[in-house]
């Protein structure tokens, strides 16, 4: 089991003199199923269904090699749609630490080569919570106020694309949602009050 302690200490090198961390977890690791399943499930089976079929005909005619080699990026890509992006996904949240500050977001992620990115909480215009019953849930992030409403309808593709702006799938999702909010709200009171 991972010690988010130890974790947290490995993430001190990514902030500022007067920065602190005040929460720190890891996305949740199994195979779940989004949204956007509803169409990639049907779209996969039917590629990998004709990629398949295809190979299996030109194999059978006796056609010349070159067929069957056009066609196996396909079955290989099929086969990625049906089952690896499962076992991809799973993998990409074992291996992703989140960390809330008193003023950013940080994500790591990767195994062997780790990658750092951060969301200022000044730059957050809008969050979400998706809650499980089990506590658990999603918190999405949203920087462009414009763009709100396109950024949520996006969440899905953008998750299963590994860029979406999330804690997903973490423990005590609503404790979290509550400080992060309550951050925003402090800094959003204190900009006014400069303004003023």
Not at 17 to 34: N, P, Q, T, Y
Request: include cysteine; hydrophobic fraction near 45%.
């Amino acid at each position: 089991m991972v010690n988010l302690n130890d974790e947290a200490y490995t993430l001190k090198s990514q902030l500022d003199g007067e920065e602190h961390i005040l929460w720190v977890g890891k996305a949740g690791g199994s195979i779940i199923f989004r949204t956007i399943d509803a169409f990639l499930i049907p779209f996969s089976l039917l590629w990998g269904g004709f990629a398949l079929f295809w190979e299996i005909m030109v194999l059978a005619s006796g056609a010349p090699i070159f067929f069957a080699l056009f066609g196996l990026p396909f079955v290989l890509v099929g086969l990625f749609l049906i089952f690896g992006r499962f076992y991809w996904d799973a993998r990409r949240r074992k291996h992703t630490l989140y960390a809330l500050t008193d003023k950013r977001i940080i994500f790591r992620t990767g195994a062997r080569t780790q990658q750092i990115t951060t969301l200022n909480l000044a730059d957050i215009k809008s969050l979400s919570l998706k809650l499980k019953p089990d506590s658990r849930g999603t918190i999405s992030f949203y920087t462009n106020t414009m763009g709100v409403a396109v950024s949520k309808a996006l969440t899905d593709f953008q998750l299963f694309a590994g860029a979406g702006s999330c804690f997903e799938l973490i423990d005590e999702a609503q404790e979290v949602y509550k400080k992060i909010s309550a951050l925003i709200n402090k800094q959003e009171g204190e900009a006014n009050h400069e303004v003023v």
